[in-house]
C-alpha cells in the first residue's frame, strides 16, 4: 500500500513542522509506504529553511518527508494540485490532502484507509475536532476543550447553496460515532483513492481557495464514487492558521465569489436564477462582495488581484 500526503505551506512553518510531527507518530502496518510532501506556496518567512531544519532534528519514523517551493502563491487548490500529480506519477494507492495547521492521533491513517476500505468509500474523511483552545466560542470549559467538532460530515444546503460542517461547535459525546455516506468531504483532511483522480481530475484553480473541496466531491460523486465519513479516524484542526479568519476580507470574497461559480456549475435551473437575482443585491453594494460579485461576471477566477 503506497500512501502520499500533501501539505500546503504558505507562511505557516510553525504549524507545519507540528502537523509533520505528529504524522512521524502515526501507526501503519508493515507492508505500507506512507510519504509526505510539503509544497510551500512562495512563503517569504523562510518557510522552506525552518521546516528542513526541523526535519534534520525529528526522528523519521520511517516517513519519508519531500519538501517542493512552487515559487508563489498557488491557492489551496493549485499547491495541492502540485502534491497530487507527484503521487499520481508514484502511482500511490491513496494520495490524503491534510492541511498544514492540523495535528493528527496515531492511529488516524489507518483507521482511515481501513474504513474506507471496508465500506468500500474512495473518498472518505475523519472527524475533525477543533485544536485546544481553537474553538470559535469561549463558552467550553476546560475538560470540553479539544473536544468540539469541527466537522463530522458535509452538508450542502442546494437551495441556497451553502455548505456547512455537520456537528460543528458541538462538544463530542458520541453522537456522531456512526460511519456513512456525505454531502462532502472537508480538503481539511481528504482521502483519495488514485483511480478517483484519474477519472475525474485534480482540484480545479479556478476556486483558487474555499469551496475547490466541495467542487471535487461533486464531481467524484457524479462520476459514481462514494464519499464516507469515518468517525474513528480523529484530528486536530487550529481553524484559520493559514488564511484569514472567517468573516475577513480574503474569506467574505472568495466564499462570495466562489459559491457563484459552484452554484452556477451544479444548482437547478430554479436556485441559479435565484443566484443571480442576489448577486446584483450584492453588487448594487460597496465593498468585498462587490469585487467578489463583479470579478465573477468578468471570469476572473484563481487568485484575487493585488
Known sequence: MKIGIVIVNWKGWRDTIDCIASLKQIAQPKDWQVEVVVVDNGSTDGS???????????????IEILLIE?????????????GIELFLGKKADYILLLNNDTIVHPDFLANLVNGAERLGYLVAGPKIYFAHSHEYHDRYSRDERGKVIWYAGGIIDWNN????????????IGQFNTSGPTDFISGCCLLVKREVFE??????DNYFLYLEDVDFCIRAKRAGFNLGFI?????????????DKPGSSTHVYYQTRNRMIFGMRYATIRTKIALIRESFSLWLKSGIKREAISDFYLRHYGKRKD
Do not use: E, T
Open 161 to 172: 447553496i451553502y455548505c456547512s460542517h455537520r456537528g460543528v461547535d458541538v462538544v463530542d
Open 199 to 204: 477519472a475525474v481530475g485534480l482540484l480545479d
Open 231 to 243: 468517525p474513528d479516524s480523529n484530528i486536530w484542526h487550529k481553524n484559520a492558521q493559514s488564511s
Open 70 to 82: 512552487a515559487g508563489r502563491n498557488l491557492g489551496f487548490s493549485g499547491g495541492n494540485n502540485v
Open 48 to 62: 522552506l529553511d525552518k521546516i528542513k531544519k526541523a526535519q534534520v532534528k525529528q526522528k523519521k519514523n520511517g
